[in-house]
């Protein structure tokens, strides 16, 4: 690796000297932002949907009860048919 090709590189491009750089004054421009009516609408539902529970506590009762009453009945063709349906949605 030849030393001095670099040295008569950097004297060509002048990569040594630091130029100064002035600071601009008198602007006028400012930043803006605004958030657009979806964008609130958005926000809003948002915070609606964390403050609501992930779990039904009423119909998690209401299943509980009729459980033990016996009286809650499932048919097996119905959830093997969601389930079926749910795999093939996500698959697509």
Known sequence: MR?????KVSQLYNTSK???TAKATGSSFSDMLEISQTGKDYQV?????SRTPDIRQDRV???KQRMEAGTYNI???EVADKLI????????
Request: hydrophobic share 35%.
């Open 3 to 7: 030393i001095d090709a670099f040295n």
């Open 18 to 20: 630091v130029k100064s």
């Open 45 to 49: 539902a948002r915070q609606i949907v």
């Open 61 to 63: 009762n209401e299943i």
């Open 75 to 77: 048919n097996t063709e």
């Open 85 to 92: 349906e749910s795999y093939f949605d996500e698959k697509a």
